[in-house]
């Protein structure tokens, strides 16, 4: 099984609002990244949790917050957004010690209003 | 500073018109090169990983291969249900990140 599951597939906010994203895989993977997906670009790196330890954080602004309550789930915490920060958000897993591919889930596409 | 680029951009076939997609990449240490779909609205769906120059790895129409420079998606015969984006990413040694390519959109006409 090769599965990452994503809650909302769809999430529309207001810019005052908090929501949450949520992910979950079954893989047995100890690495989970959170992606950001702009139109026709590629997916682009927010967070990497390595045994559920933040290992990476690309100067994402505080107004996400990401957290990994256990090796399974990943959820990202969103609070105060920009229009701009509209986007499709992507989980991803993978092992740790190879093979390394990542495996995404199929996204929650975000709108800010 | 570690690069991947991808050519085309855009790419148009007809149904059957055999093709390859390009990866070149300079990523020190190579882990891994992995290529991934993308149908619009969801996520990449992965299809491939290469380790080493020479490698080779076939799935139903699609055949990656990978030398110390680049790789390529090659893509025989194809059908409408092909077209999609397809994203080639490159993972360096001692990292956690994957550096992507921006894609070459595939439009398989029937």
């Known amino acids: 099984d090769t599965e990452v599951t994503q809650t909302p597939k769809h999430l529309v906010m207001g810019m005052t609002n908090k929501k949450s994203l949520k992910c979950e895989q079954h893989?047995?993977?100890?690495?989970m990244y959170w992606y950001k997906q702009k139109a026709k670009k590629p997916p682009e790196l927010m967070f990497v949790?390595?045994?559920?330890?933040?290992?990476i954080n690309e100067s994402v602004p505080s107004r996400f917050s990401p957290e990994c309550p256990n090796s399974s789930l990943l959820n990202l915490h969103l609070h105060a957004l920009q229009p701009e920060d509209s986007a499709l958000y992507l989980c991803a897993s993978s092992q740790t010690q190879g093979p390394y591919e990542q495996y995404f889930g199929p996204g929650t596409r975000l709108t800010v209003t | 500073e570690d690069q991947v680029t991808q050519s085309p951009e855009a790419l148009r076939l007809q149904e059957g018109e055999s093709s390859s997609l390009n990866c070149s990449y300079t990523?020190?240490?190579?882990?891994?090169l992995f290529w991934y779909r993308q149908d619009p609205g969801k996520g990449p769906e992965f299809l491939f990983t290469l380790y080493s120059a020479g490698e080779e790895k076939e799935k139903e129409r699609l055949k990656a291969t990978l030398t110390k420079k680049e790789s390529f998606l090659h893509i025989t015969a194809p059908k409408p249900e092909d077209s999609a984006t397809y994203l080639c990413?490159?993972?360096?040694?001692?990292?956690?990140?994957?550096?992507f390519g921006k894609g070459t959109k595939l439009t398989v006409n029937p």
């Open positions: 949790y390595s045994y559920e330890k933040l290992s």
């Open positions: 893989m047995g993977h100890r690495a």
């Open positions: 990413a490159a993972a360096q040694g001692g990292s956690e990140k994957l550096v």
């Open positions: 990523v020190s240490g190579l882990r891994g």
